[in-house]
């Protein structure tokens, strides 16, 4: 991991057991988080009151948006990259990757290897 990786991550996960161990895999490479948040409208609210940089969705949130409407307004509203994990990828999910989604950025990837 970059020792200049300084981007702040929200996560939203309602697994307490998950949150947690990701928290810790974040905390052990120094990098800053928010949350766990269980729910799309805490989420959104969160992410226009802190400016994360990058948010993992790690289990489908509460609420009126699915994982994938979650990530594309987080996109929208405010840039930020999303990461979608398992069961996270496979909700609301119809077989393509919509336009707007970037799996591929450079702090996407800093950040899967961060989670390993």
Do not use: Y
Not at 18 to 37: E, H, M, N, Q
Request: aromatic share 6%; proline share 7%; hydrophobic share 45%.
């Amino acid at each position: 991991m970059p020792e200049n990786f300084t981007e702040t991550v929200l996560l939203v996960c309602s697994d307490e057991v998950r949150a947690s161990d990701i928290l810790a895999k974040l905390f052990d490479k120094g990098i800053d988080a928010i949350g766990p948040v269980k729910d799309s409208a805490t989420a959104i609210a969160l992410a226009g009151q802190k400016a994360p940089t990058l948010a993992i969705i790690a289990r489908p949130p509460a609420g009126r948006r699915n994982a994938w409407q979650l990530a594309r307004a987080l996109v929208s509203n405010w840039g930020i990259a999303p990461l979608l994990l398992d069961t996270a990828r496979k909700d609301g999910w119809d077989g393509t990757d919509p336009s707007w989604w970037r799996p591929g950025s450079g702090q996407l990837a800093r950040l899967k290897a961060a989670l390993g």
